[in-house]
C-alpha cells in the first residue's frame, strides 16, 4: 500500500484545512487508518483514526469537535477536516495504514504504511 497525503498550509488561527491521504494498491480498503503529527522538536502523536469500513472513529482529546476523520473506500481515499484550527495544531500532518485491533488505532507502532506528510502551518 502506498499513502500520499496533501492538502496542507498556511492558515490563520480559526480557519480550515482538510488533508487527504490517497491509498493505492488492491487492498488499501481494508486497512484501518490513522492521521498523526509531529510538531518541530516532538515526537509524532495520533490525531485520528478511523476503522476500515468507516464504522469507528477515534480522536486525540485535542482536536476533538474540531476535526472529523472520514474515508471513501470506492474512492480509496481518507480525509482529515480540520476546523477551528489553533496555533498548537502547526505541524507535519501524515497518514497511515494498519490492520491492527481497534484497542491498537492510536499506537503508531502498529501501522504499516505511512505517506510522505504534509505541513499544516497555523499563524496566530
Known amino acids: 500500500v502506498q499513502l500520499q497525503a496533501s492538502g496542507g498550509g498556511l492558515v490563520q488561527a480559526g480557519g480550515s484545512l482538510r488533508l487527504s491521504c490517497a491509498a493505492s494498491?488492491?487492498?488499501?480498503?481494508?486497512?484501518?487508518m490513522g492521521w498523526f503529527r509531529q510538531a518541530p522538536g516532538k515526537e509524532r502523536e495520533f490525531v485520528a483514526a478511523v476503522t476500515w469500513s468507516g464504522g469507528y472513529t477515534y480522536y486525540t482529546d485535542s482536536v476533538k469537535g474540531r476535526f472529523t476523520i472520514s474515508r471513501d473506500n470506492r474512492k480509496n481515499t481518507v480525509w482529515l477536516q480540520m476546523n477551528s484550527l489553533k496555533p498548537e495544531d502547526t505541524a507535519v500532518y501524515y497518514c497511515?495504514?494498519?490492520?491492527?485491533?481497534?484497542?491498537?488505532?492510536?499506537?503508531?507502532?502498529?501501522?504499516?504504511?505511512w505517506g510522505q506528510g504534509t505541513q499544516v502551518t497555523v499563524s496566530s
Open positions: 494498491g488492491r487492498t488499501s480498503s481494508s486497512y484501518n
Open positions: 497511515a495504514a494498519g490492520k491492527q485491533v481497534l484497542s491498537s488505532l492510536r499506537d503508531r507502532s502498529m501501522y504499516t504504511y
